[in-house]
């Protein structure tokens, strides 16, 4: 279970990384706050992809990290969709 969630975290911080270099470059600021908010949803869906399950229907996941880091990256209003977005893809998983 541990390694599960260990992937799924070197998994988030890849993708940050990734998207440090991109933004270190002089791009618009609309395009920029796109790229966050798309990266944020991405990592969101992979966590809730790769989550781990336990023998009594526990699932464990670490979607709550990207939206917490997104708050911070993108604002407050933005964390509202991010949350919005959290829920919707929770309700298509099952």
């Known amino acids: 279970m ?4 260990f992937f799924n975290l070197s ?10 270099l991109r ?3 002089k791009v618009n600021a609309k395009a ?4 966050l908010f798309s990266y944020f949803s991405a990592a969101v869906f992979l ?7 336990t023998n009594s229907d526990i699932r464990f996941d ?3 990290v990207p939206i917490i880091v997104g708050t911070l990256y993108l604002g407050w209003w ?9 829920h919707l ?3 298509l998983r099952n």
Do not use: G, H, N, P
């Open 2 to 5: 541990t390694r599960q969630l």
């Open 32 to 35: 920029s706050k796109f790229l």
């Open 47 to 53: 966590c809730m992809l790769l989550s781990v399950e």
């Open 89 to 91: 893809s929770c309700l």
């Open 23 to 25: 933004l270190d470059r």
């Open 11 to 20: 998994i988030i911080l890849v993708f940050l990384f990734f998207l440090q």
């Open 78 to 86: 933005r964390f509202f969709f991010l949350r919005c977005y959290d």
């Open 62 to 64: 670490l979607r709550q």
